[in-house]
């Protein structure tokens, strides 16, 4: 059956209580955890991510299941090492002078070699998670 | 079998979107892909060490293929990345009175023979293989 709950604060059973509007700030927006290569088939993991896309070694797209109401989200990214063991850090929201904004609708994730026009191998575990 | 969705990008490249599976197919090829974009199984996109080269991968039709040529320049950019660090390396080492494991002419050689070998190499294992010598060399070295 549906319906609403309306509250300005929780408490549990022990009787700590906090705003609802922490829970709802607080929570993950989306998060989505790639487990795999192309070819050999992957594990997705996700919520509110609808997909990943795949545009270079080092450059991936996020695209949301549902829009955010801005493009103001935060983000934490992380990989593991690539197919050819290296490890690159990982970088989301860039704007590298507008091409890979963030939109309302997906953001791109970066390793730091695509800047030096660089290349490597894919990743083989990518993990992101999103707040608003 | 995971079924994903292909196009060329603006870089000449092959964009492989893979849906999460929250919204079908054809909802993330409308609203994530381009127009034009196909859907393919993931099991023809190339293969084994042609799958390493994902930056090499050109599509023609709905078929994903290799460009060797492409794959050469990209393992010669990933030879000089790595050789560009491990001088670096060295170049430490030698400053702080660290002797590296291979001579400068020796080091130098085995570069000039990786760079052969991506030269004449005619697969994509053979351009790991040209490779595989330099990250040994430079974990040796670590």
């Known amino acids: 059956m549906a319906g609403t709950i309306v509250s300005d604060t929780i408490q549990n059973g022990a009787g700590a209580s906090t705003s609802t509007t922490n829970v709802i700030n607080g929570c993950a927006k989306a998060w989505v955890t790639v487990n795999g290569t192309l070819s050999s088939g992957m594990t997705l993991a996700s919520y509110g991510v609808s997909s990943v896309t795949y545009i270079s070694s080092c450059l991936y797209q996020v695209s949301f299941s549902t829009a955010f109401t801005d493009a103001n989200y935060s983000s934490a990214v992380s990989s593991s090492w690539d197919s050819g063991g290296n490890s690159y850090p990982m970088i989301a929201n860039i704007a590298n002078n507008g091409t890979y904004a963030p939109s309302t609708t997906s953001t791109y994730i970066v390793s730091r070699i695509y800047n030096n026009g660089s290349t490597g191998f894919l990743v083989n575990y990518l993990y992101a998670i999103f707040f608003r | ?142």
Not at chain 2, 21 to 40: C, F, H, N, R
Not at chain 2, 95 to 106: F, M
Request: hydrophobic content about 40%; charged content about 15%; aromatic content about 4%.
């Open chain 2, 1 to 142: 079998m995971t079924q994903v969705i292909i196009h060329t990008n603006e870089n000449g490249g092959v964009s492989v979107t893979v849906p999460t599976g929250e919204l079908s197919i054809d909802a993330v090829k409308a609203k994530d892909t381009p127009a034009g974009s196909i859907i393919v199984d993931s099991s023809t996109l190339p293969q084994g060490s042609d799958a390493k080269f994902f930056d090499a991968w050109i599509l023609n039709g709905s078929t994903v293929s290799l460009d060797l040529t492409k794959a050469k320049a990209f393992a010669n950019t990933m030879l000089n990345g790595m050789a560009k660090a491990e001088v670096s390396h060295r170049t430490t080492n030698a400053g702080i009175g660290i002797e590296n494991k291979l001579s400068d002419a020796d080091w130098l050689a085995l570069l000039t023979t990786a760079r052969t070998a991506i030269s004449s190499a005619t697969t994509t294992q053979q351009l790991l293989d040209a490779i595989t010598p330099i990250q040994t060399a430079i974990a040796d070295n670590a």
